[in-house]
């Protein structure tokens, strides 16, 4: 066979691959690079995990921006429907200071729309996420 073929060309038929195994996890680092100190590369699954795991971390961040700016986004567009709010309710507005309202008693009642608003959207926000993580 194999070693026939070698032997009528006078070489010799040396290992070309290696396992190793380590009885302790936390040593693996070290094993691999007093391996690769001699000379020796890794595997190729070993190589493309490695790559896997960087492609991951850039995806992860890519998504982190941009949840951070449909945060910003949101919370823009929550003010922008607390203004319409007041400027639409001003008559409600006087009535209220008519009945003996504090500027902080509608300052409250807005920001607890706010509240209610930002927790709403919210809550619907994480529904939609998690029946959609079914479907991806």
């Not at 008559?91 to 608003?117: H, M, Q, T, Y």
């Amino acid at each position: 066979g194999l070693q026939d073929l070698y032997k009528t060309n006078q070489e010799k038929l040396l290992p070309n691959v290696v396992y190793l195994h380590t009885a302790n996890k936390d040593n693996t680092k070290m094993i691999k690079d007093k391996v690769k100190d001699l000379g020796y590369t890794g595997s190729m699954q070993e190589q493309m995990t490695e790559m896997f795991t960087k492609m991951l971390n850039i995806i992860t961040w890519v998504l982190t921006a941009i949840a951070a700016v449909s945060l910003v986004v949101s919370a823009i567009m929550i003010l922008v429907v607390l203004n319409i709010s007041v400027v639409e309710r001003t008559k409600e507005i006087g009535v209220l200071k008519a009945l003996g309202a504090r500027r902080k008693d509608i300052r409250r009642i807005f920001a607890s729309e706010a509240f209610l608003i930002g927790i709403t959207s919210g809550a619907i926000g994480v529904v939609v996420t998690y029946v959609l993580g079914f479907f991806i």
